[in-house]
């Protein structure tokens, strides 16, 4: 149960902080250029990664131990989102920074889905 409830805190903590992260750089944006157009592309952006992501990064999930998968896809982003935080960052490079945070949701993802029923059956027993 300990186990179960550890795997979903920690999907719980990693979608809060993607969704905090990308509603926050578009306000960001359009606080800095007064456009929705701009606000909604750079909200736009933190969905795209999730493709490239999945395409480039699935041999990680697979080849990997899960729980490592998972906690290193973490760690790079809680990086990569601290770095936003730096003062004075061009909203480029936010915009960036997301796309690649964003990027190692998928196989964080991957990795989460293939460790769950591993945890699961010895919930019942």
Do not use: H, K
Not at 85 to 104: E, I, N, R, Y
């Amino acid at each position: 149960m300990r186990e179960f409830r550890a795997l979903w805190l920690s999907v719980i903590l990693s979608s809060a902080g993607d969704r905090l992260a990308l509603v926050a750089l578009a306000v960001l944006v359009y606080e800095r250029t007064n456009s929705p157009l701009l606000a909604a592309a750079a909200y736009a952006a933190g969905y795209l990664p999730w493709v490239i992501g999945g395409l480039f990064l699935s041999d990680l999930a697979d080849r990997r131990p899960r729980r490592t998968v998972m906690v290193a896809c973490d760690a790079v982003r809680a990086v990569l989102v601290v770095a936003m935080a730096v003062p004075g960052m061009p909203v480029m490079a936010l915009v960036l920074l997301l796309f690649a945070a964003t990027m190692f949701a998928s196989p964080f993802e991957s990795a989460r889905s293939s460790i769950t029923p591993g945890i699961l059956p010895r919930l019942a027993t």
